[in-house]
C-alpha cells in the first residue's frame, strides 16, 4: 500500500511518457482538451471547429496554466466524448504541461449498437469488447499513439445504474484489478448517486484511495457529502466555474468546510473546462460561463480558499499530494 501522497518514485504514463511521480507537481484531476462528436465533426461540422486553431488555442491555454504553477491536467474525454489522442498529443508535443489520457466510456444510459451483440452470451458472442478497449488504451496505449490511459472513467447520471452503466463500471473495475490504475466518475451529487458509485467500486474491491467521485462539488448538501467523505473515496470538487451546475460561493464554502473538518485529503479541485467542447461551445462558454477555463483556480479561486483560511498544506495536499496519490497505480492484487 502506498502512502498517503502515493508512492513519489512510481511512474505515471502521461502523452509524453512516463513521468515520476514526484514530477507531477500542480494537478488538475479533470479537465478536457476537446469534447467532439466525429459522426457529426466528419459531416456535419461545428461553426466554431477548426482543429488547429483549437490545437493552437489549447497550446496557448497550456502554457499559460505552465506559468501559473499547473505541472499537471487530467483529460477526462474518453470514446462516447469524442476522445481524439492524436489531436490532444499534437498539443502534448508543444507544451510543457503533462497530460494525462483517460479510458472508459462515456454514457448515462445507453452503449451504442456495436456493444449490443458482441461480448459472451451476445449475437456475436466474443470477449466483451469494453474491456478489451479499456484494457488495451491502458496496457498498450490508445491507438498507435503508445499513449497509456492513466485513469478509468465511469458515469452515472439521472437514468441511473442502467444495465450499460453498470457494464462499463465492471469493465472498469476489471481492469482496474488488472492494472491498479484509478477509476474516477461522473457523478450526479443532486441525486446523492456518488454513494451508489462508490458502494459499487468499493464492493468490487476497487480501493478508496484510488476512487474519484467526480462532481461531488457540485452538491450544496453537507449531510450528503460527509456521507461520500464516510466511504474513504475522494470527492472532485471539480467544476469551478461551471455557472449553469452551481456557483462558486457555495463551492468554495463547501471546500472550506471540509478542510476545516480535516478532510482535505479527500478532495481534488479541478474545473471540467475544455479548449473546445462540441456540448457548450466556445461562444456560448464566453458569454455564459467566462471563468470556466482551466486558470481560474489558480487565479481566482485557490487565493479566495486562502482567505478563508484553508493554508497553504491542505492546498498542497488537495493540487499536489492527492493527485499523485490517486494517479500512481495501486499494487495489483494487494486489495480486497
Ligand atoms: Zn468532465
Given at each position: 500500500m502506498t502512502g498517503v501522497g502515493g508512492d513519489p518514485s512510481a511512474a505515471v504514463p502521461t502523452y509524453r511518457g512516463s513521468v515520476d511521480a514526484a514530477d507531477?507537481?500542480?494537478?488538475?484531476?479533470h479537465e478536457h482538451l476537446f469534447v467532439l462528436f466525429p459522426e457529426l465533426d466528419r459531416e456535419h461540422p461545428h461553426p466554431e471547429w477548426d482543429p488547429d486553431a483549437a490545437v493552437a488555442s489549447a497550446v496557448r491555454g497550456l502554457e499559460e496554466l505552465f506559468d501559473l504553477g499547473v505541472r499537471t491536467v487530467v483529460d477526462l474525454t474518453v470514446p462516447g466524448l469524442g476522445r481524439s489522442a492524436e489531436l490532444v498529443g499534437r498539443v502534448a508535443r508543444r507544451v510543457r504541461v503533462n497530460i494525462v489520457a483517460a479510458t472508459g466510456w462515456y454514457t448515462d444510459d445507453v452503449l451504442p449498437p456495436y456493444f449490443r451483440t458482441?461480448?459472451?452470451?451476445?449475437?456475436?458472442?466474443?470477449?466483451?469488447p469494453l474491456v478489451e478497449i479499456l484494457r488495451r488504451d491502458v496496457v498498450d496505449g490508445i491507438g498507435e499513439t503508445g499513449v497509456r490511459a492513466g485513469v478509468l472513467k465511469a458515469v452515472t447520471d439521472a437514468p441511473g445504474l442502467t444495465p450499460d452503466v453498470v457494464r462499463v463500471m465492471e469493465a472498469a473495475a476489471t481492469v482496474h484489478h488488472e492494472t491498479g490504475v484509478p477509476v474516477t466518475t461522473h457523478s450526479n451529487p443532486a441525486l446523492r448517486n456518488g454513494l451508489d458509485q462508490a458502494r459499487f467500486f468499493l464492493e468490487r474491491g476497487v480501493p478508496a484511495s484510488h476512487l474519484v467521485i467526480g462532481h461531488s462539488g457540485d452538491s450544496t448538501d453537507l449531510d450528503y457529502v460527509l456521507e461520500l467523505v464516510d466511504t474513504g473515496a475522494t470527492l472532485g470538487m471539480d467544476r469551478f466555474g461551471m455557472s449553469h451546475t452551481g456557483d462558486d460561493t457555495t463551492r468554495i464554502a463547501m471546500v472550506a468546510e471540509l478542510v476545516r473538518r480535516g478532510y482535505a485529503s479527500q478532495l481534488v479541485l479541478s474545473h471540467?473546462?475544455?479548449?473546445?467542447?462540441?456540448?457548450?461551445?466556445p461562444s456560448w462558454r464566453r458569454t455564459n460561463a467566462p471563468h470556466w477555463t482551466p486558470d481560474h483556480l489558480s487565479r481566482r479561486v485557490v487565493p479566495t480558499l486562502r482567505d478563508q483560511g484553508v493554508d497553504d498544506a491542505a492546498i498542497e495536499t488537495m493540487m499536489i499530494a492527492n493527485p499523485r496519490r490517486l494517479l500512481t497505480a495501486a499494487p495489483v492484487g494487494a486489495v480486497r
Open positions: 507531477l507537481g500542480w494537478t488538475l484531476t458482441h461480448g459472451p452470451g451476445r449475437l456475436v458472442g466474443g470477449p466483451d471540467d473546462s475544455a479548449y473546445f467542447s462540441r456540448i457548450t461551445p
